[in-house]
């Protein structure tokens, strides 16, 4: 029991993981023994953020656009370079885009779509692999971020990002049936407001949120390590396919 959610030994990839929800959960699975590699579009970001996160273990940094098949592929070539197998992978990266029905572009579809949704199937994909490799001594895991907006209506006009992070839970379900074959469980987190630079009403306006939040706070840190150390350790091995939703009640109240 004692070893339960240690991550000792173990490897993890985290896309989006410079910043916001990824460098949280970065954080926390190094605390927990793991080593982290951290992939960002922004180089720079990227490097500085696993030169930072580094006092905690060994964090490395690895730049990629994962919203392109190519981009994808180019990570898991990148990762393959440091390591032969991948026991933890996080598809994180995300973006968000709001502007009223009548005047929703194309452009903010396809931006958030891509990354939202497509890019987890195809990383997945190109790490599979390494993901079944590590499979062959313990159960390997994919934990997919989705959004307490796929679950339940924001008001706020994100139409692709709503429909994108609904799709990668469902997505999640589909994945999961396949993957667990190989020893491979894929689960999701579904967040509700954390303080980042894609939810600025969190980090500016915290007290606001709090008030519509029913735990009357938003979330920190440490609940949303807690919860990916959780799916990632051995105290996740048989959730299959599920939706965590970390959100201090969020969801129910807009139900």
Known sequence: MQDLFTLKGRSALITGGSRGIGRMIAAGFLAQGARVYI?????????????ELSAFGTCVSLPADVSTVEGAKALAAAYAQH??????????????????????????????????????????????PMLR?????????????ASVDGISVNPQETYSYAASKAGLIHLT???????????????????????????????DHADEVSARVPAGRVGTDEDMAGAAIYLASRA???VVGQTLVVDGGVTLARG
Request: charged share 25%; aromatic share 8%.
């Open 83 to 128: 390591e032969s197998e991948l026991d933890i992978l996080v598809n994180n990266a995300g973006a968000a885009w709001g502007e009223p029905f009548n005047d929703f572009p194309e452009s903010g579809w396809d931006k958030v779509v891509d990354l939202n949704l497509k890019a987890p199937f195809f990383l997945t994909q190109a790490l599979a």
């Open 173 to 203: 379900h589909r994945m999961s049936l396949r993957l667990i074959q190989d020893n491979i469980a894929v689960t999701a987190i579904a967040p509700g407001a954390f303080a980042s630079s894609m939810n600025k009403d969190a980090r």
């Open 133 to 145: 490799k590590a499979g062959e001594k313990h159960v390997a895991k994919v934990i997919n971020i």
């Open 236 to 238: 996740g091995d048989y």
């Open 39 to 51: 992939s960002a579009r922004k180089a720079p970001a990227c490097d500085r953020a696993a030169a």
